[in-house]
């Protein structure tokens, strides 16, 4: 254990102002998001920006391309969000079970054939956690922009897998990321589920 913070604090000294800077948004855009801020996006959009470069930097392929989908989502997730005159704003939503059960199918499909394509033209140790954290990350992420509250109970199991992924990979911070993710979707799903319930008794 004290190896670990002791590798942890030296990655910390190691950390360029970029991956910094990719972080601290990262961290505000999740806090932001659990209170519903629509700044949350342009927090995201910019992180995710840094993220691509970063990743393409160690060749975690994967991991980059789903960062340009988080680019792309940012952008429908701030407009998704915004509110837009004559038009309500978007109300939290619950989704129903079947629709669970065609994502986790869809979601274990898309695995296969990432880790087939993996396997295939890429070199990696985990590739099988690296694309289901990726494919779930997305469809979490899709939930996230139309305000469905189940996204956090996907960021519940996303996270904690990202975590053991990146401290498998020796990227310690980031996995105290992911941690921090974790406590956050909790806070997140109270919130949300908060502000469903006073909806809901209007």
Known sequence: ?????????????????????AVALSVLYVILAARQNIWCWPCAFVSTIIFVYLFWEVTLVFQMLLNF??????????????????????????????????LIGVGVA???????????????????????????SVIATVMTARKKIDNWVYWLVVNPASAYLMFQSGLYLVCLLMFLYTAMSI??????????TSELAV
Do not use: C
């Open 69 to 102: 989908y988080y680019i792309v989502m940012a952008v429908v997730g701030f407009f998704s969000w915004k509110e837009v005159k004559d038009k309500p704003t978007l109300a939290i939503t619950r989704v129903d079970v079947r629709v669970h059960l065609l």
């Open 110 to 136: 898309a695995t296969l054939l990432l880790v087939k394509v993996g396997e295939r033209w890429f070199f990696g140790d985990w590739v099988w956690l690296d694309a289901g954290t990726a494919v779930f």
């Open 1 to 21: 254990m004290t190896e670990f913070f002791d590798i942890t604090a030296q990655q910390f000294q190691q950390q360029s102002l970029l991956e910094l800077i």
């Open 187 to 196: 806070y997140g799903f109270l919130n949300w589920r908060k502000s469903l």
